[in-house]
């Protein structure tokens, strides 16, 4: 790290003709060179001064940054600011980024799911408006029952592929069961019973 740290020093002069503000300069004087990992160069500021983070993150600071101490270096250079100025604060910024994408890498698979789940539930629910509509002489009870037996079977189906993980899906699952009742002249609850039954007998 000497070498960066000695190139920090001598490129700072450069860096800081190539942007304005009380803010940024101070910013950059108080900034520390602390690793340097294959092409991240990683500044950091003492905790006393870190409420100067965001200065060193506008655009054209970092564009300074990045491309003085690339020229400098004869590497390319990404800038990542951290608040703290030693190595261990450097690892511990590591570990929050590991995490941080940990939690955005969960939150996509969730809503990916949530997308997935809402598709199948709304194809769900327009095969029992078609079924319903190809019934002939539906209107007649023993035919509504025959539609009552098949839909249960197409819920259950369903419920059994796609498990109820989520708001979303439980809400379209709710639709469902409410199209069953309707077309069937049954209360919901009563609909919702047969098919856990229906889902558990397999």
Known sequence: M??????????????????TGVGVWTALKSSVPVALEEDSLVLGLPGSDSQLIGHLKLPQVRSAVESEMGRRLNQRINLIVINGTTEADWETEKKRQVER???QDQALARQKAEIIAGKSW???????SRKHAETQNRSLPQNRARYFQEAIEIVADALIETPINDDLAERNYARCLERIAQYTELPSTFVALKVLEKSFAG
């Open 101 to 103: 994408r940990k939690l």
């Open 122 to 128: 709304d194809t769900i629910y327009e095969q029992l």
């Open 2 to 19: 000497a070498a960066v740290a000695e190139a920090w020093k001598e490129t700072l002069p450069v860096i800081m003709n190539r942007v």
